[in-house]
């Protein structure tokens, strides 16, 4: 059983550009949800994709957008960069919301 | 306000003694959930509970869920350096679809 895949590891951007993060979900998982780690804080929920639709957003703006694919795969697309979007991006596959399995992550530096 | 509260933010022990943190909330959770997170890696679920009062058993970590279903506490018996890492609280509100984590605890176990 394949577990859940992140890419890039790691990305530096400068601010005002646009970023794209993929996320492969654990086989059979057909739940896909993205969350932003600032350092030295939990994870805060961004939004949840299940069966391609959004059906659940965090408190962020409409610049972080998302997609899942039919293989439930999911990208999150982050628009017009700001220094404070510097962060670890987790991506987390799921059946069930109280049983989410994480990804490595992605660490993103906007300079 | 954060939703979870951890406590103690940040723990230091030696090895082979006894520690227990907290996860304290005014909400009700329809479960919670603990996970470990090492540096540069994403969150690894340890235990999720669902039933006020309920304790469960991982090796040499006790969980427990408050009666109440609105605080749990985690204890390690006997703390080994491989303990060490940040321990994150997250829990599901009854009705909702979200995950939302605590600023979780972090714990050194000192050789």
């Known amino acids: 059983e394949t577990g859940v895949t992140q890419s890039p590891t790691h990305l530096i951007k400068t601010r005002g550009q646009q970023v794209t993060l993929r996320c492969s979900s654990q086989?059979?998982?057909?739940?896909v949800s993205w969350y932003q780690q600032a350092l030295g804080q939990g994870p805060q929920f961004i939004f949840q994709?299940?069966?391609?639709?959004?059906?659940g957003r965090g408190n962020f703006p409409p610049r972080f957008s998302g997609l899942q694919f039919p293989n439930y795969s999911s990208e999150l697309n982050v628009n017009a960069l700001e220094l404070d979007d510097s962060a670890l991006y987790l991506c987390?596959?799921?059946?069930?919301?109280?049983?989410?399995?994480f990804g490595p992550g992605t660490r993103l530096t906007v300079t | 306000t954060q939703l979870l509260e951890q406590s103690p933010q940040f723990l230091s022990i030696q090895e082979g003694e006894n520690l227990t943190v907290y996860c304290n909330s005014s909400?009700?959770?329809?479960?919670l959930q603990w996970y470990r997170q090492e540096p540069g890696e994403g969150p690894v679920l340890l235990v999720t509970?669902?039933?006020?009062?309920e304790v469960k058993k991982l090796k040499r970590l006790t969980f427990q869920f408050g009666d109440a279903r609105k605080d749990s506490s985690l204890h390690i018996t006997a703390a080994q350096p491989g303990d060490t890492g940040l321990y994150l609280c997250a829990g599901v509100e009854a009705g909702s679809y979200q995950l939302t984590f605590g600023k979780g605890t972090k714990l050194s176990v000192i050789p």
């Open positions: 086989s059979g998982h057909n739940t």
């Open positions: 509970v669902v039933t006020g009062g």
């Open positions: 987390a596959s799921s059946h069930r919301v109280d049983e989410q399995y």
């Open positions: 909400s009700v959770f329809s479960s």
């Open positions: 994709y299940y069966r391609e639709e959004e059906n």
